[in-house]
């Protein structure tokens, strides 16, 4: 059985800038990009696993979705894509200041929004696998776990694709499986002690988790429930990124907060901005290596 939803949505939006937060690596099991631009999701939510997909229409956009998670996901697909984010408001504020660099930015990235997923466990999740660690390693172990616990996706989606284990499955990976998908023992015992918690529907629990930071919390609040003030303090990047965007040259953390303060509501938005039309500055130094715990 598919369902089927379809809705108007003004303005510009960029369907790759709202959703391609939620990609973890080029070969996640639980997403795809189509070949005509629309976008695939597997996910697992509070009704059961389903795969959406999201596509432009004439006025809006269009969604399908199946499995029994399917009327759950059409329910929640235009916020999914940002329609009820407010981008207004950073342009409101950008004018007041008279900031050319920030309207610079918004110019720069007409399309972008910050949806949500309702999928608070999820995003953890991945998130804490990203603790700490360069994109490969974690888009690794969630590939591989995903690929070992997920079960395949319905729908008509290509065989490899996964749905997210739900929460006691997480709980339940055994070490070896652990230890078998190149991820650090620290982040295994940090999903299990939250798997022992029921987050969904309740953020503001994430800072009172062990081994949740500051960093973890505000990706999860981000992507999980739209919040566009959300600043993730402790990136390896950002503060460079958002520097050298802003004012020219890279800062700290303190630096970072002192340059987003005059948009506050905003700020996760800006960040958004920054990577996206500032881009990355001259990477200085060695990179981060690629551990693997496979070969320990």
């Excluded at 995903?146 to 339940?172: K, S």
């Excluded at 001259?282 to 290596?289: A, H, K, W």
């Amino acid at each position: 059985m598919t369902d089927r939803r379809a809705w108007s949505q003004p303005g510009a939006v960029s369907l790759s800038a709202v959703l391609g937060v939620h990609r973890r690596g080029k070969g996640d099991p639980a997403y795809r990009v189509a070949q005509d631009g629309s976008i695939w999701r597997a996910v697992h939510t509070p009704e059961g696993p389903g795969t959406i997909t999201v596509a432009r229409a004439a006025d809006g956009f269009a969604a399908r979705a199946w499995g029994p998670g399917a009327e759950w996901l059409l329910r929640g697909a235009p916020d999914l894509v940002g329609a009820s984010d407010e981008p207004e408001g950073l342009e409101k504020l950008a004018d007041a200041a008279d900031d050319r660099v920030v309207r610079r930015l918004i110019a720069g990235a007409p399309g972008l929004r910050i949806g949500r997923t309702g999928l608070v466990w999820e995003t953890l999740v991945a998130t804490i696998m990203e603790q700490k660690v360069v994109g490969t390693e974690a888009y690794r172990g969630w590939r591989y776990l995903l690929t070992r616990y997920g079960e395949p996706a319905p729908g008509p989606v290509p065989a490899d694709m996964r749905v997210p284990p739900p929460r006691e499955v997480w709980r339940d990976i055994t070490e070896s499986d652990w230890h078998r998908s190149g991820l650090e023992p620290v982040r295994m015992r940090t999903i299990r002690a939250a798997a022992a918690v029921d987050v969904e529907g309740k953020a503001d629990v994430l800072a009172g988790l062990r081994g949740v930071g500051p960093w973890t919390a505000a990706h999860v609040r981000a992507r999980a429930l739209g919040d566009a003030d959300a600043v993730p303090v402790g990136d390896y990047h950002t503060p460079s990124v958002v520097g050298t965007a802003l004012s020219g040259h890279r800062v700290d953390d303190a630096g970072m907060l002192d340059l987003l303060e005059p948009y506050r509501g905003h700020r996760y938005r800006l960040i958004r901005l920054c990577e996206i039309v500032g881009g990355m500055p001259e990477r200085r130094g060695p990179r981060m290596s690629v551990r693997d715990y496979r070969d320990f």
